[in-house]
């Protein structure tokens, strides 16, 4: 470790001691236990992740109630845009990780409409960079990239109705079957577009994936592996159920689908890189492969419908075109009824 380096980190300790005795000294109590809870966990001494206590302790130090998770996770904000230092940046996208991963609504609602109604890049981390060394200016890329994956795990939940890393996203299949059976097909081709933009973002992954020896990015990929373990299971129900309705499905429907399929076999050489030596969904690509194509055929057999369609139309109109010009052997016109006219007069 440079001596830079070293006097960085030593910088950094002492502005978390400092901190930690500015929020004691604090007049403001039922915020300074929330500040004390978020600098322990987010400290710039270790490059190591916090531990499920401290963890723990942020998240108890918002339950209770609305204004203590609304400070919270304005605690949590200020702290993460207050610092130029990937440590600690990382620290606080993976506490904000847990609190969505960890059964807490009140702060997880607090979280979706920071800060006034959440969207995207609300974490506003696009144009983070900490040069002060050649690994933090690449650490510096994968905060900008988680950043944009939790944006987008809440911007999925949104779309859902339900948090992926929630519990309610691990209710039993049967009922998440009956929910999905009552949409309409266009929700579900919605659900299946957001579903498959978080895994487009999850797979564009910085090319540094060496820096996974870093104990705690290694443990922000094993927390993200698991939204994709997730995010696979939802557009597995929902592409079994589209395939269902395949035949009722318009064209553009269809084309629709197709493009979200493809979209998603995309990322799959990036997302074997970034989960190596995990657990991989084969299953999951054959019931893809096998769905393309019977979209293929289904679009294919309507294309052929249509223009059968196009074909008779055309001629019944050519013929209805002629009939008005025709005339048979009496002299009356063809394809028209002869109604007597009976004319009465008047005396």
Known sequence: MGRLKQLRIFNGVLKDKASLIKTTLSTKRQTSFIRRAILRATTHSSSSPPSSNRIDAVIASGNGSRPRACACIHAIMDRLHGTRDTFVALKCLYTIHNIITK????????????????????????????????????????????????????????????????????????????????????????????LVGFVQEISNVPNSLHLQRNNLVYEIVRLV????????????????????????LSVDQLTLLMSA????????????????????????????????????????????????VRIIKRDETREWGRQPFRFTSDGSWLGLDRVSLTVSTVR
Not at 105 to 121: E, Y
Not at 170 to 176: R, V, Y
Not at 229 to 246: A, F, H, K, N, P
Request: charged share 35%.
């Open 103 to 194: 059964d807490s609504f009140i702060l997880k609602d607090q979280l979706s409409i920071f800060p006034t109604f959440g969207g995207r890049n609300f974490l506003n981390l696009s144009e983070f960079h900490d040069d002060s060394d050649p690994e933090s200016w690449e650490l510096s890329a994968w905060i900008r990239w988680y950043a944009t994956v939790l944006e987008q795990n809440l911007t999925v939940s949104r779309v859902l109705g339900y948090h992926l890393s929630s519990s309610d996203s691990k209710k039993n299949d049967k009922d998440k079957e009956e929910k999905i059976f009552a949409l309409l097909s266009s929700d579900l081709l919605i659900e299946i577009d957001a």
């Open 225 to 248: 592996s698991e939204d994709y373990r997730l995010i696979q299971r939802e557009i597995s129900l929902r592409v079994v159920e589209l395939d269902e309705r395949m035949t009722s």
């Open 261 to 308: 399929l493809k979209k998603f076999e995309d990322c799959k050489e990036r997302l074997s890189l970034l989960f190596v030596n995990r657990k991989k969904n084969d299953g999951l690509w054959h019931l893809i492969g096998e769905t393309k194509m019977k979209i293929e055929t289904t679009m294919n057999k309507k294309a052929e419908e249509m223009a059968l």
